[in-house]
């Protein structure tokens, strides 16, 4: 199908967008990498009267050492994100894994966060990482903590009048190891079900867990229980089981044409424990 009519601005900075963004509110949508928003507007899901195009900010497109962490700029591609050795191995390994080839090269960190698709990679990375979404708009900027920006069903805490400017991926700290595994669907490769594990090992026991899991729910999540499972022990075989079988508990688990709930369920078990001990050998 063809979009409904929109008028299309280009920026050049954060603070011309912001201020575009400002000015037609609730009427306007970002444009990033577009494999979300013009599918919607093409069908007229999305009819917005008004685009902003971020793609000529060149400044929103970096990986940076800072403050003992990575610093993403919103811009940045998931192909550059995959090919970076300064990120975590788990957000490497994430980008990597979305889709094919053309939208990993256009497709961005900041567009599938503020999209929030609960089958997408990134958010249940960024959630196991303790990262933070810096938003910027004519407003003062925010620092939002990943596990209180996804909130529901392609819902976060973005405000209409923000931008995602930047990903923080705090340092991990010494003796941690990190993964993502995902069981893809084979047609559109988004994950029915995702998950990212990071670890802390320190003389041969677990001092600190983080696991975060896409596609099974309505959202990404933290899982608790599994996390607390893990701590203290060795993360022998018999400790990761046991604390993988935790990884759906207080889910509402998604259910549909792709896989049932319970298939969901099952999936989340099995690649929470693989994710934990890939996590786990890398730990150095």
Do not use: W
Not at 141 to 170: G, K, M, W, Y
Request: net charge negative.
């Amino acid at each position: 199908m063809i979009p409904a009519s929109f008028k299309y601005h280009k920026p050049g900075s954060v603070a011309e967008a912001a201020d575009l963004l400002s000015k037609h509110g609730s009427n306007a949508k970002i444009l990033a990498g577009g494999h979300s928003l013009i599918p919607m507007m093409k069908l007229r899901l999305a009819q917005p009267e008004v685009v902003i195009d971020l793609g000529a900010i060149d400044t929103l497109s970096y990986i940076e050492n800072r403050d003992g962490g990575q610093a993403i700029g919103g811009m940045t591609t998931y192909a550059e994100i995959a090919s970076s050795g300064m990120v975590p191995q788990a957000l490497s390994e994430a980008a990597g894994q979305v889709a094919d080839v053309q939208v990993r090269n256009r497709g961005t960190i900041g567009g599938s966060l503020a999209h929030n698709d609960p089958a997408a990679d990134l958010p249940a990375v960024v959630v196991a990482l303790d990262g933070q979404i810096i938003t910027s708009s004519t407003n003062e900027h925010r620092s939002v903590l990943a596990t209180n920006f996804f909130q529901d069903l392609f819902t976060t805490d973005l405000a209409e009048s923000e931008i995602i400017s930047e990903i923080f991926i705090p340092g991990q700290a010494q003796g941690s190891g990190s993964a993502y595994l995902k069981f893809a669907n084979k047609a559109s490769h988004f994950a029915i079900v995702g998950v990212a594990a990071s670890v802390t090992m320190s003389e041969g026991q677990c001092v600190a867990a983080s696991i975060g899991i896409a596609g099974a729910g309505p959202t990404a999540y933290r899982a608790k229980l599994v996390e607390e499972s893990l701590v203290g022990t060795n993360l022998d075989d018999n400790a990761v089981e046991a604390a993988s079988e935790k990884a759906d508990n207080g889910i509402d688990m998604n259910d549909d044409i792709h896989a049932s709930g319970d298939y969901r369920a099952h999936l989340v078990k099995v690649f929470t424990a693989r994710a934990i001990r890939l996590a786990a050998d890398r730990a150095d």
